[in-house]
Structure formats: C-alpha cells, structure tokens
C-alpha cells in the first residue's frame, strides 16, 4: 500500500482524478460550533453527483469511514506538530492510503 497526499487549497476548491474519477473537495472552512475544520466532497456517478457536505477534519480517524466513497479512506494530518489538532488552515495534510494496483492520484 502506498500513501498519497490529496491536493487541498484553503482559499479554493480542488479537483483531482483518483482512478479515473474526478473528484472535489471544496475550500477548507471552520465551523465556529463545532471549533473545528471542515470541507465538503463530492463526485459523479453516471450523471449524478454525490456530495458528503461538512466532513470534520479530525486527526487520528479515517473521516470517510461511516461513507460509502470513491476514495477508501481519509487521513487528516497537522504538518506543524503531529500530536495537535489542526489550529490553522495552513497546517492540514490530507491524505488517503491505496494499494499499489489503483492509480496514483493526479492534481488536475
């Protein structure tokens, strides 16, 4: 298995192809109620397009776990101190881990 780093803007939404898929996650954003960071993703199946709105970037869980999606998990990482929650936009990584067969992920 390898793991791949998902392209992530906090001022943009971004898109990128995983195995043939486009998909997109929207600008990171916080939820003042919550105290936390969130995105939204979304990507199309046939000609309908499937939104997972207000996913909780939360270090230390697969975010995508409870989800039926094209990406088979969702690692939150903080770049500036490993064993924090993520306090600033500049400071998330995301990530996903796939088995060597699938299709390297490709910034579009």
Same mark, same amino acid.
């Given at each position: 298995?390898?793991?791949?780093? *998902?392209?992530?803007?906090?001022?943009?939404?971004?898109?990128?192809?995983?195995?043939?898929?486009? *998909?997109?996650?929207?600008?990171?954003?916080?939820?003042?109620? =919550?105290?936390?960071?969130?995105?939204?993703?979304?990507?199309?199946?046939?000609?309908?397009?499937?939104?997972?709105?207000?996913?909780?970037?939360?270090?230390? #869980?697969? #975010?995508?776990?409870?989800?039926?999606?094209? =990406?088979?998990?969702?690692?939150?990482?903080?770049? *500036?101190?490993?064993?924090?929650? *993520?306090?600033?936009?500049?400071? #998330?990584? =995301?990530?996903?881990?796939?088995?060597?067969?699938?299709?390297?992920?490709?910034?579009?």
């Amino acid at each position: 298995m390898s793991l791949y780093r *998902i392209p992530i803007s906090p001022s943009r939404g971004t898109y990128f192809d995983f195995n043939g898929l486009q *998909i997109f996650f929207s600008a990171l954003r916080i939820n003042p109620y =919550l105290g936390g960071w969130i995105l939204d993703m979304s990507w199309l199946e046939g000609d309908t397009e499937i939104q997972l709105n207000g996913l909780v970037l939360t270090m230390g #869980v697969d #975010v995508l776990a409870q989800y039926d999606t094209p =990406l088979p998990n969702l690692l939150v990482l903080n770049k *500036i101190d490993l064993k924090e929650d *993520i306090s600033s936009m500049e400071d #998330v990584l =995301l990530f996903t881990e796939v088995v060597d067969t699938e299709v390297p992920i490709k910034e579009l």
